[in-house]
């Protein structure tokens, strides 16, 4: 996965995600508005057949010390893969208990 950072400033941030679509994105979406620290995280696809999406991240300002929108970022991924984790754990233990029967 190439990912392209278009913009950073302390508040927001936007990157371009080579190669993704609607799967992983709105993955990535949903585990960054979990924070209450960021006030906007989303993305865009402008034509699915040509572009890749634009993810973009704007933290709220009134907190202090103001949490980075790449901590945030790297936050939100790190909630992913523990879920994945969580999912795969799961899955073998209902599979055991399937093969039981």
Known sequence: MDIKVLERTTDEMRIEI????????????????????????GYRVEHPLVSNPIVYIRMKEERKP?????????????RIRNRS?????SFEKALKEWKKK
Not at 66 to 78: D, I, M, N, S, Y
């Open 18 to 41: 080579l190669g993704e679509g609607h799967t992983f994105c709105n993955l990535l979406q949903k585990a960054l508005l979990e924070d209450e620290t960021v006030e906007t995280g």
């Open 66 to 78: 103001q949490k980075r929108p790449e901590t945030a970022l790297k936050e939100a991924v790190g």
């Open 85 to 89: 984790r969580e999912f795969i754990s």
